[in-house]
């Protein structure tokens, strides 16, 4: 049995499997980034529909503001239903 660890932070996102008894950090498909391995917490629909997530979503989240959300989109939604939005 894989056991992941993920860690959904406001700013950074990150994820872990344990191999040998200890975690190891399961680096973004961007590479290092601020915190080590971690990635930001955003995620983005292009135009086209192409999703974007981590580094690139946090990019293009200025000239698409209505294509993107981060971790704060999300805490402050958590919890509701469809309805209740």
Known sequence: MTIIGIDLGTSNSAAAVLRGGRPVIIPSAEGMSIGGKAFPSYVALTADGQMLVGEP?????????????DQRDHSRLSGRTPHGL
């Open 57 to 69: 979503a946090r990019r293009q989240a200025a000239a698409n503001p209505e294509g993107h959300a």
